[in-house]
């Protein structure tokens, strides 16, 4: 019976229910539909306002474009840098990509082409800006690829360099070989190859590779920089035969003998092109034994340079230990050098004084002979720039007009020099050498130095540049020559301002290393 009663209070609920339910739904619908048709209206008008905004909006970015191109032309066109002309701005690229560093990871001239329009310009359209080939682990072929390509076929100057460890090329297999293999295609372009900082297995592996390359006919100038002390250059790489225009060699760290394979007996002819010869050993180098050449192997590399004009030294590379190996060797005649340069590297050199002796030179125009800078003085080789068995002094060289000495002359051996160089013209001195200019000295040797022109002082004490004045007052009052121009470094001494200052009564002066200031 509770069922009947539970059916009976449902049967009459419903009723009541089904006459309240549309009423209530009208309403809501109404109210729905006035709020849809609202939102169409607002719907409208903000895609209205957002057409006529994104239109507005295109518009702004259309004018500021345009206006951001004019700014900058303008910016261009007031730039110091815009208003020089092409020229002067490739002479600034060239002297910019000649003097970068070889280990940069980008080369300056890659850098200039992405800077601007004009720059890019001026950079693809000069093919020498791209002649310098750096061959370095930082570099890819696609870098050298590009380079032979907008080299176009100019004369390439290549540098490998900075290979220091085989790891270099072991981290990324045969990068080497596949970094050098893009550039040999274009060997018989090659000017000047120049090679340092490598280590020895990828140095013999490049030694292999240019016996290999075939003959090298552009090849003008070889320089080698040794790694570390004790590494030893590859005589491959003077070349020889190979390089049949070679002319000037500047290697570190070469050990010949007379049967190094370069100085073959029957290869008088392989070097007969080079005028420029500069031997180096490595600065500090603590195994100078394993580095230095014999005596026959340097006699045996000059006799094949009859046309040598210029030989630099720089430190003891050649071994000749006494008078009596001289006597096993014959003089080196040299008939057309005309610049020798020594740089002992020590103030107590070994086997320099053994050296000048054994060359000959009869047409030599420049002398050299640089010591360290210290407070002991040079060792004298003053006795042998003069002739020996001579009732006169008679110069060794007696038609030398440029002479540069750095702590290689004092007040005892000054007139020997002064006799030796009879006809010096330019003349460049160290504080310790200007006792050159003692007067009792000048008295004794006559002042033969009757043709100096131009005067060149390095750093002096007050009491050696006191000795200059004093010369030029000397030499002003007699007449005796033409007062030489003077060129000198200055300080903010006030004592030496007033030497130069003594020093302008008599010469025209030029200070160099002065601040604008």
Request: glycine letters at 4%; hydrophobic letters at 40%.
């Amino acid at each position: 019976m509770p069922d009947n009663g539970l059916s009976r209070s449902f049967t009459m609920s419903r009723p009541s229910q089904r006459s309240y339910q549309p009423s209530v739904d009208r309403e809501l619908f109404q109210v729905l539909q006035s709020e849809a048709v609202h939102l169409e209206r607002k719907e409208i008008e903000l895609v209205s306002q957002i057409k006529a905004l994104s239109e507005a909006l295109v518009s702004v970015r259309s004018t500021l474009s345009t206006i951001r191109v004019r700014a900058s032309e303008c910016a261009k066109r007031i730039s110091p840098a815009a208003r020089l002309p092409d020229e002067t701005l490739l002479a600034i690229f060239e002297e910019a990509v000649s003097s970068q560093d070889v280990r940069s990871r980008t080369g300056v001239e890659s850098a200039i082409s992405r800077v601007s329009h004009r720059w890019r310009r001026i950079a693809l359209h000069t093919p020498r800006l791209w002649a310098r080939v750096c061959v370095t682990p930082d570099r890819d072929e696609r870098d050298m690829q590009l380079h032979l390509l907008r080299s176009a076929a100019l004369p390439l100057d290549v540098e490998v360099w900075g290979w220091w460890d085989y790891r270099d090329s072991f981290t990324r297999p045969h990068h080497f070989e596949h970094t050098l293999a893009a550039i040999l295609p274009s060997a018989s372009r090659w000017r000047r190859i120049k090679i340092g900082a490598s280590c020895d297995a990828l140095l013999t592996s490049l030694s292999f590779i240019l016996r290999t390359v075939g003959p090298l006919d552009a090849l003008q100038q070889v320089a080698f920089k040794a790694q570390q002390p004790g590494q030893i250059c590859p005589t491959t790489l003077l070349m020889g035969k190979s390089a049949p225009n070679l002319r000037s060699i500047d290697v570190e760290n070469i050990v010949l003998t007379a049967r190094s394979p370069c100085l073959h007996n029957h290869d008088f002819d392989c070097f007969i092109g080079v005028t420029h010869l500069t031997l180096r050993l490595h600065e500090g180098d603590a195994r100078a034994l394993k580095t230095t050449m014999e005596p026959q192997g340097f006699h045996a590399l000059l006799l094949r340079m009859p046309n040598l004009v210029s030989l630099s030294l720089h430190g003891e590379l050649v071994c000749v230990r006494s008078a009596t190996s001289l006597e096993d060797q014959a003089n080196i005649t040299l008939p057309r050098l005309q610049t020798l340069i020594l740089h002992p590297n020590t103030v107590r050199p070994r086997y320099l004084r053994n050296i000048i002796a054994m060359v000959m030179a009869p047409d030599l125009r420049h002398f050299e002979l640089i010591y360290p800078d210290s407070s002991t003085q040079g060792q004298d080789i003053s006795d042998l720039l003069l002739k020996k068995g001579c009732e006169q002094p008679t110069p060794r060289f007696p038609l030398v007009e440029r002479l540069v000495l750095n702590n290689a002359a004092n007040i005892t051996s000054a007139a020997a020099f002064i006799q030796a160089f009879p006809g010096v013209d330019q003349l460049t001195i160290s504080g310790a050498d200007v006792g050159i200019f003692n007067l009792p000295t000048w008295e004794v040797t006559g002042g033969s130095w009757r043709t100096i022109t131009r005067l060149t002082l390095r750093p002096s004490q007050r009491d050696r540049l006191t000795t200059v004045v004093d010369w030029l007052d000397a030499i002003n009052n007699n007449g005796e020559l033409q007062t030489p121009l003077v060129q000198g470094p200055i300080t903010r001494c006030p004592t030496m301002l007033h030497l130069y200052e003594e020093l302008k009564r008599y010469t025209q002066i030029e200070l160099v290393g002065m601040d604008s200031k």
